[in-house]
C-alpha cells in the first residue's frame, strides 16, 4: 500500500513538473511576443486609436442611424461584387475565345488534311509534257557537250597554230640567215675572183693568151661554184617553206577533222 502512494506521489510530482516546464515556455514565448508588439507599439498606436475611435463612435450612434463601419463594410461589399461579375465576364468571353480558337483550329486540320492529300495525288500523276521535256533536257545535254567539246577543240588548234607560227618565223629567220650567209661568202668569193684577174692581166704574148684562157676558164669555175651554191641554198629555204606548209595543212586537216566532229554532234 505504501509502495503504491509513492508511486502516484511520483507521478504526480513528474506530471507537475512537466506542466511547470510547459507553463516556464509559453512564459517565454508570450514575454518574447510582448516585446515583440512593445517595439512596434509606435507603428501601431494610430491604427490601433483611430480603431477605438471608430468603435466608440459606432457606440455612440443613435438607434436607426447606419454606421460608417457599416457603409465602408457595404461599399467593400459592392466593389468586391462588381469586380468578381467583371472577372465572371472575362472568364466568359475567355471560353468563348477558346471555343472559337478550337472551331479554328479543327478547320485548320481538316483543309491541312485535305492539302495533304491533294499533294500526294499531284505527285503520283505525270503531266503530258514530261516525256517531252525529258526529251528536251536531253538534247539540252547533248548540245552542251558539244559545245563544250568545241571550245576545248577551239583552244587546242588556236595554241597549235601559234606554235606552228613560232615554228614558221624560227625556221623563215634561220632560212634568212643562211642566204645572207650564202650571199656573203658568194661576194667574198667573187671579189677574190676579181683580185686573181687583175693580178694575172698584165702579163703578155701566148702566155697572155694562154693565161686570159686560164684566168676566165677560172673565173668561170667560180661562177659555177657560186650557182650551185645558190641552187642549194634555194632547194634549203624551198625545203624549210615545204615543210613549215606541210605542217599548217596536218594542222589544218586536223582542225576540219575536229570542226566535222563537233558538227556531227551539234
Not at 502512494?5 to 512537466?18: E, I, L, M, Q
Not at 517565454?28 to 512593445?38: D, F, G, K
Not at 486609436?49 to 457603409?71: C, D, I, M
Not at 618565223?169 to 661576194?187: F, G, H, Q, S
Request: hydrophobic share 35%; glycine share 4%.
Amino acid at each position: 500500500m505504501t509502495s503504491i502512494v509513492s508511486t502516484d506521489a511520483t507521478d504526480a510530482a513528474s506530471a507537475t513538473t512537466v506542466d511547470a516546464k510547459q507553463l516556464s515556455a509559453d512564459i517565454n514565448a508570450s514575454a518574447l511576443r510582448l516585446s515583440l508588439l512593445l517595439k512596434e507599439e509606435d507603428h501601431w498606436k494610430d491604427t490601433r486609436t483611430r480603431a477605438l475611435r471608430l468603435l466608440q463612435a459606432e457606440e455612440e450612434l443613435p438607434e436607426g442611424e447606419k454606421s460608417p463601419f457599416e457603409s465602408a463594410l457595404t461599399a467593400s461589399l459592392t466593389t468586391l461584387q462588381d469586380e468578381v461579375s467583371a472577372m465572371e465576364e472575362g472568364v466568359s468571353a475567355l471560353s468563348r475565345s477558346n471555343a472559337d480558337l478550337t472551331a479554328k483550329v479543327a478547320k485548320t486540320k481538316k483543309a491541312l488534311i485535305h492539302a495533304q492529300e491533294q499533294e500526294a495525288e499531284l505527285e503520283t500523276l505525270r503531266p503530258a509534257w514530261q516525256d517531252e521535256y525529258e526529251m528536251l533536257e536531253d538534247d539540252l545535254q547533248e548540245l552542251h557537250q558539244a559545245y563544250v567539246s568545241r571550245v576545248r577543240n577551239m583552244h587546242y588548234l588556236q595554241k597549235e597554230l601559234k606554235k606552228i607560227d613560232r615554228r614558221e618565223a624560227r625556221a623563215a629567220k634561220r632560212a634568212e640567215d643562211k642566204r645572207l650567209e650564202l650571199r656573203r661568202n658568194i661576194l667574198a668569193e667573187e671579189a677574190e675572183v676579181e683580185e686573181e684577174e687583175e693580178e694575172e692581166e698584165p702579163q703578155g704574148g701566148n702566155d697572155g693568151d694562154s693565161s686570159t684562157t686560164g684566168a676566165s676558164t677560172a673565173g668561170r669555175r667560180p661562177g659555177t661554184a657560186v650557182t650551185a651554191r645558190l641552187s642549194i641554198a634555194r632547194s634549203d629555204s624551198s625545203s624549210s617553206i615545204s615543210s613549215v606548209a606541210g605542217a599548217r595543212s596536218l594542222s589544218s586537216n586536223n582542225s576540219n577533222a575536229d570542226t566535222t566532229d563537233s558538227d556531227s554532234a551539234w
